[in-house]
């Protein structure tokens, strides 16, 4: 009975951890003997096209693929790190927290714009705003928000329509929803204007971005807050059956990182890869071959709305402020 | 006199190197200085911004129903960006337990004040600089202190003094290669006054022994004064010379020339043969005197003006002219004709006096080994050479010894017979030398002998 408990309490890590897995790929399951393990938040579908490159390039080579939240990235990566070769997040905050931490390796052969990298370490790789998306069917007959003061009056305006039809990130468990209403609050009191109308609406909430979008297109929510810009803009060549919104007030954009674990095992492939990675991502994109948006290198790291690599991203992930946040946040939200 | 000099070392050299040897020690001096006041600076600056980065941390602590609470403005760590983009570690520490930020990070609990302690650490294998303050906070029924810890990595500050070091350096470089130009300029500037000295003393004439008038530094004045008074004794002996020279003159002839009209008179008075005859030789013995006499001081003079040439252009054939007009007499009592050929004119720059001396004890050699009624040549040409040619038909120099005769009281073995000290062609050839000239005897084909002084 010991030795069976014993047993299940070994085994346990690897069943838990097969299934805390938002996705698990593995690219070119071959004869190949060495695997890079990248454990990143951004969907398979996206990523695979540039996994893809890089194995083309050195077919001797496969990778494992993980897929996991933005924060359940940071915990994961700080409990084993060795055993992910690279991190790639979109929660830039919890990344460059990870890499002054001393986790990451430094890349001194990549050559990178300094806006687009922290410490040599940290590389950014895609420029991604914060969208708005709504139900086309919905906003058929009214003028359709462009701002968080527009979007404001037009719920204030109908609140029975809106009612339950609302949906945002829930920033207590994503990392990236977290930044974004961090990043929201720093700029304007408008974001609290708007979780408040949007708490008093009974908002629903959610983990990631691609629910969101699911539920908005099949019509279950009407507005979506702070939803990844490029995960609904690829949807959107397909679904018509919903609008993105950029608010010209203020766009809030992101920028997806990754970086080398410094217990890497594989410090040349990872190297490679990150570099592979780049290299794509900064054709702007006309090539196609990456479903990612580029790195909007015409912002030149100038343009205040990208939220800039600094270590001032550690700000609101101090255990002080992050617990002051959530109760302002949730005072206004879960009412 | 010899012109080697016992040299060693150099004034200038030694001036130079000492000069270039400071400026090397300045320059590595302020190298060293102004780096380190740099780095003193630079440290400064990264502690005044850490400083305020924990103000701005601690201001936003507040009691709120006893609990601590920290909003602290985004500011706080973005005032810590660098270039170097330098990792960031803070704490925030409410009465020695751990508030929030890096546990891990040393956390001075001795000292709790409302000053700011800046220290240099190792916190996760690097080198940070760390600021902390701390503050009381006090509410209804608690006082609580909060403490504050900020600290940076040195990446942008050792970016930073690299570029420092390396600017400084450069300029060191610059300033050393500046002093070194001044130095070489300084040098030749101290060196000058004496170059001058020297340049002044070199171009003095010959009989200028004047002192060196022109202002000399105050290092110079004991050297100038010593050469001054040095060259007034040695004026003074030189003008004791000429002046003994000029009274001897005055003193042998004078009475020579008394004796021998006393012996001229006395010849007239007396009548018997050997009388007349012992008369007769004590004046040719008289004569022989005042030659000899006058040809020694002619020598000594030759000699004293010989060191100290006084040149000035000088026409020979006015010489030769004057020279003979006023031998005619002499000349005319033995019925020998004194002729003049060649050129019109041949200007050479030569001492007058030493020419007239030199040349009149030729002619007067020419006269006195003349047979009655005969002709001496005086062949005067200008090319290639300035040179006079005299030529008589006496018996001609002596084969056997021609190379003895111009020294010293030499004379021929066939010219017994007549009065000479042996100083005639000693002085002319020294008159020659003393030209930068030669004075060449031989016996021409046609008979007697022919002497050529040619400058």
Redesign the interface.
């Given at each position: 009975m010991r030795y069976l408990f014993a047993l299940i309490l070994s085994l346990w890590p690897f069943v838990s951890g097969a299934q805390d897995w938002e996705d698990r790929q593995l690219f070119q399951a071959g004869n190949t003997a060495q695997t890079l393990r990248i454990l990143s938040s951004t969907d398979t579908s996206f990523f695979a096209p540039i996994i893809e490159q890089f194995l083309s390039d050195t077919p001797a080579w496969s990778v494992e693929y993980l897929v996991t939240t933005t924060s359940d990235i940071d915990r994961k990566f700080r409990e084993n790190p060795d055993q992910f070769d690279i991190i790639i997040s979109s929660a830039m905050d919890l990344q460059l927290k990870l890499v002054n931490d001393g986790f990451a390796l430094e890349l001194s052969g990549i050559d990178h714009p300094e806006w687009a990298q922290w410490r040599q370490r940290l590389f950014a790789f895609t420029t991604e705003p914060a969208a708005i998306v709504i139900n086309s069917r919905a906003f058929k007959d009214k003028t359709i928000p462009q701002t968080r003061q527009e979007l404001i009056h037009a719920l204030r305006q109908q609140p029975d329509l809106f009612r339950g039809k609302l949906g945002t990130y829930d920033v207590r468990q994503s990392g990236v929803g977290y930044l974004f209403a961090t990043q929201d609050a720093r700029v304007s009191e408008t974001y609290w204007r708007l979780m408040e109308v949007m708490g008093s609406l009974n908002a629903r909430l959610y983990c990631c971005s691609g629910e969101m979008i699911d539920d908005v297109a099949s019509g279950k929510l009407l507005v979506a807050y702070n939803v990844l810009g490029s995960y609904a803009a690829a949807r959107r060549q397909k679904d018509p059956r919903f609008e993105i919104i950029l608010p010209s007030d203020f766009p809030t954009t992101m920028m997806r990182t990754g970086f080398v674990s410094k217990a890497t095992q594989h410090v040349d492939a990872s190297e490679r890869f990150i570099q592979k990675m780049i290299d794509i991502q900064s054709t702007d994109g006309s090539t196609g071959s990456s479903r990612l948006p580029p790195l909007d290198k015409s912002l030149q790291g100038t343009n205040p709305s990208v939220i800039s690599l600094e270590p001032a991203l550690m700000t609101y992930l101090d255990g002080l402020k992050r617990r002051t946040f959530i109760k302002e946040w949730m005072s206004a939200v879960v009412q | 006199m010899t012109d080697t000099v016992n040299v060693s070392g150099s004034l200038r050299n030694r001036l130079t190197l000492t000069l270039i040897g400071g400026a090397a020690m300045l320059a590595a001096l302020l190298f060293f200085v102004v780096r380190g006041y740099a780095a003193q600076i630079a440290q400064q600056g990264q502690d005044s911004i850490l400083e305020a980065s924990v103000m701005s941390i601690l201001d936003a602590a507040i009691l709120r129903n006893g609990d601590?609470?920290?909003?602290?403005?985004?500011?706080?760590?973005?005032m810590?960006?660098t270039?170097a983009?330098?990792?960031?570690?803070y704490s925030?520490y409410q009465d020695y337990s751990l508030?929030?930020?890096y546990g891990d990070l040393p956390h001075n609990t001795g000292q709790l004040g409302d000053r700011m302690a800046h220290k240099t650490t190792q916190f996760?294998d690097v080198t940070v600089r760390m600021a902390t303050a701390s503050r009381m906070l006090v509410g209804a029924d608690t006082r609580t202190t909060i403490s504050v810890s900020v600290a940076q990595t040195q990446d942008a500050l050792q970016v930073t003094l690299a570029r420092i070091s390396r600017n400084v350096a450069l300029f060191g470089t610059v300033f050393f290669l500046l002093s070194v130009l001044l130095s070489f300029w300084a040098t030749a500037t101290t060196i000058r006054p004496l170059q001058r000295l020297t340049t002044s003393v070199t171009k003095r004439g010959p009989k200028d022994l004047s002192p060196v008038a022109s202002p000399v530094p105050v290092e110079m004045a004991a050297l100038v004064s010593s050469l001054n008074r040095l060259m007034g004794r040695l004026d003074t002996s030189l003008k004791q010379s000429e002046d003994f020279i000029a009274e001897a003159a005055h003193r042998v002839r004078t009475p020579l020339a008394t004796v021998r009209s006393h012996a001229e008179a006395t010849l007239q008075r007396v009548d018997r043969d050997e009388n007349r005859q012992a008369l007769r030789a004590m004046i040719r013995a008289i004569d022989e005197s005042s030659r000899a006499a006058g040809q020694l001081l002619d020598h000594a003079m030759i000699t004293f003006r010989a060191d100290h040439l006084e040149r000035s252009e000088v026409d020979l054939v006015d010489l030769l002219h004057e020279l003979v007009l006023r031998l005619t007499p002499v000349a005319d009592m033995r019925d020998i004709n004194l002729i003049i050929t060649g050129d019109r004119q041949v200007i050479v720059a030569g001492d007058s006096i030493l020419l007239q001396n030199g040349i009149r004890n030729l002619i007067d050699n020419a006269l006195k080994y003349s047979p009655a009624e005969s002709d001496i040549t005086i062949h005067v040409t200008a090319l290639p050479t300035p040179q006079i040619e005299i030529r008589d038909q006496g018996p001609g120099f002596p084969e056997s010894d021609m190379d003895k005769l111009v020294s010293r009281f030499s004379r021929g073995d066939n010219v017994k017979g007549i009065i000479g000290s042996g100083l005639g062609l000693t002085i002319a050839q020294d008159v020659a030398q003393a030209h930068g000239g030669t004075l060449t005897l031989s016996n021409p084909n046609g008979g007697g002998a022919c002497v050529t002084f040619s400058l």
């Open positions: - | 601590v609470e920290v909003d602290f403005p985004y500011a706080s760590l973005s810590l960006s270039a983009d330098d990792r960031v570690f925030i508030l929030s930020g996760d």
